[in-house]
């Protein structure tokens, strides 16, 4: 039996594929009408028809899996192809290192059924396991974030009008932040609303290095874009939290001001700013190390990064206010 819907999912090709796929074909329910994989890598077209390992998880399904590429331009862009190729009223979205539960596409059928004219997006119930014998790391405890996400594109369903209607995702946000969320705002600037479902989908916790909540920074570059499209209060508008960067502005402005004052000979200007960066960056080293596991590597991770994202984080929001100073806000940001 199918169901009036199409799942798309953009990947970069890595192993969780296989298990994102295995679960779609194991769940009970409705099939989709197809499943659009969308590679998201670079140096090929979109209608270049790859193969990818990891799509042998597919099962049952394989008959009804398309694979496309687009071009390594960023999961905005692969959702915007995948979702081009449906043919169906409903669009899900699922991330390739997602795993759906064993009922998902039943309670899908029944979410999809239950949702008035009105509502343009159902979003599915994120499950992040941790581990029941430690403390969760810095890395775990944000991936669990994503329990308490609104609209995020790990697990989401968009009516194939409403998508079409504000141009579905923008390009301009190129990783995996921010895209969802400034698509839902669009949305419900539209007219349309969103809602909540009951269909549950795990969200196992990545492998990662040491340097990955560094890298992480980016993100507020594309923030930056998120204040130019849709105003100055988007955070809460998007039920997203705000982040430290005010404090990490203040700790990189601190630490940048010590030495400029000591060469100017302010030694006591010096000596407060370099007092107000310490404790500033202890504050924040401790407010990550508390909460984990404490192990050696953990700490020492949480310590170098620690003194690293401030500036980071400051340096990125920078260069993404002036790489998007003349983005035109969207027409109905408030």
């Avoid at 343009?120 to 992040?128: F, I, N």
């Amino acid at each position: 039996m199918s169901a009036d819907y199409t799942v798309v999912v953009p990947t970069l090709g890595r192993p969780s594929l296989r298990d994102c796929l295995r679960s779609l074909a194991e769940t009970s329910g409705p099939r989709p009408d197809s499943v659009v994989v969308v590679a998201d890598l670079p140096d090929a077209s979109p209608e270049s028809q790859p193969e990818l390992p990891a799509l042998d998880g597919a099962g049952p399904l394989a008959g009804r899996v398309r694979l496309l590429r687009s071009g390594g331009r960023g999961p905005a862009a692969a959702r915007n192809l995948g979702a081009r190729w449906a043919e169906t009223p409903w669009v899900v979205f699922l991330d390739d290192d997602v795993q759906v539960t064993e009922d998902w596409a039943e309670r899908l059928a029944e979410d999809l059924a239950g949702a008035p004219s009105t509502v343009a997006g159902v979003q599915g119930r994120l499950l992040v396991p941790l581990p029941a014998d430690r403390r969760p790391t810095d890395w775990e405890r944000g991936t669990a974030g994503l329990e308490d996400a609104a609209w995020a594109t790990a697990d989401m369903a968009y009516r194939s009008p409403a998508l079409a209607e504000v141009g579905g995702f923008d390009e301009r946000f190129p990783r995996a932040f921010r895209e969802d969320a400034d698509l839902a705002l669009r949305i419900l600037d539209a007219g349309w609303e969103l809602t909540r479902g009951k269909r549950r989908t795990r969200h196992p916790v990545r492998p990662s290095d040491p340097w990955a909540s560094l890298r992480a920074q980016r993100g507020n570059a594309d923030d930056a874009l998120m204040v130019r499209l849709h105003g100055p209060n988007w955070w809460d508008r998007a039920e997203a939290p705000r982040g430290r960067l005010p404090r990490h502005s203040a700790i990189a402005l601190c630490g940048l001001a010590a030495p400029v004052a000591a060469a100017l000979g302010r030694r006591r200007t010096a000596t407060g700013l370099a007092a107000a960066w310490a404790l500033g960056t202890a504050e924040f080293a401790w407010a990550r190390i508390a909460p984990g596991p404490r192990t050696a590597p953990e700490v020492a991770a949480m310590l170098a990064t620690s003194l690293l994202i401030p500036p980071a984080a400051t340096g990125h929001w920078l260069a993404g206010r002036w790489r998007h100073r003349r983005a035109e806000p969207w027409r109905g940001a408030r």
